[in-house]
């Protein structure tokens, strides 16, 4: 690590009111170039910790940066994980208030709820798909904190990748019985349809996410537990929304999810 407790102290608080006061700020690496990639998950789980000490819940996690479309847009190479808030989960049909967010977008994911826990190294599909319980269309709203969604690798994970909002529903299926290979999803914006994918848009397979997410914190001593709610990263590019957006997501034989922004 490179940078003192002091420092990830300083930039977990600086990162977090950014969230919370809905301000946007240049990215981390501007003022502190040789962070590096310990110090970015040192900042999130800084950032974790001030919330659950404020009371809020963690429900789960997510992957960012897992679809080929995703990493083109973003110039970047690996996938990213972070964490996902009690707070940040708004109900199927419900509305997400623009005011309490910075630029967002929308992405459409399929989402994992674990029945077992998982724990890496060497976890694997077979693995992942052993220890679901159900999967289920999800869409989740990013908005990072830095200006123009400018930033770098490192920056965005100390900014828990972006996570802002996400809603799940639809229908609940097992592992089993759906190819989250080839299913099909349609996102639509006011009732157009403007992003289309299939679930291997998500490295070949969305369960792959989970298995890297598992092997990520499994090289920290951590796990994957029992009854996580897992995000397991956008199909297609992000799409940007605004206050009086309506969106949609259409995930083939698993229903339909929808959001509003006001
Ligand atoms: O969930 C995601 O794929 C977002 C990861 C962070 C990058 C971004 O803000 O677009
Ligand atoms: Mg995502």
């Not at 994918?197 to 990520?216: D, K, R």
Request: hydrophobic residues 45%.
């Amino acid at each position: 690590m490179k940078l003192d407790k002091a420092i990830i102290a300083k930039l977990a608080e600086h990162l977090e009111n950014c969230e919370l006061e809905a301000r946007d700020t240049l990215k981390i690496t501007e003022e502190y170039p040789d962070m590096d990639f310990e110090d970015a998950y040192a900042i999130q789980e800084a950032i974790k910790q001030r919330k659950i000490a404020r009371g809020n819940k963690i429900t789960g996690f997510k992957a960012g940066l897992t679809s080929h479309a995703k990493m083109k847009q973003m110039g970047v190479s690996m996938p990213v994980f972070g964490f996902i808030t009690d707070y940040g989960c708004i109900l199927d049909g419900g509305e997400v208030k623009t005011s309490e967010l910075i630029h967002p977008k929308v992405e459409p994911e399929i989402a994992f709820v674990t029945k077992a826990p998982l724990r890496g190294p060497g976890c694997h599909i077979a693995a992942v798909l052993a220890a679901t319980d159900f999967v289920l269309p999800g869409i989740e709203v990013i908005d990072s904190r830095y200006r123009d969604f400018k930033f770098d690798l490192k920056s965005v994970i100390a900014d828990n990748t972006s996570a802002a909002r996400y809603v799940v529903g639809g229908m609940i299926k097992s592992p089993a019985d759906v190819d989250m290979r080839t299913v099909g999803i349609v996102l639509e914006k006011n009732g157009e349809p403007v992003a289309f994918g299939a679930g291997a848009a998500v490295l070949n397979h969305p369960a792959a996410a989970i298995a890297m997410l598992a092997n990520h914190l499994g090289a920290r001593g951590e796990e994957i537990p029992a009854g996580s709610l897992i995000l397991s990263g956008g199909i297609t590019e992000a799409v940007v929304v605004k206050a009086g957006d309506a969106i949609t997501l259409r995930v083939q034989g698993m229903g339909s999810i929808s959001l509003r922004f006001v």
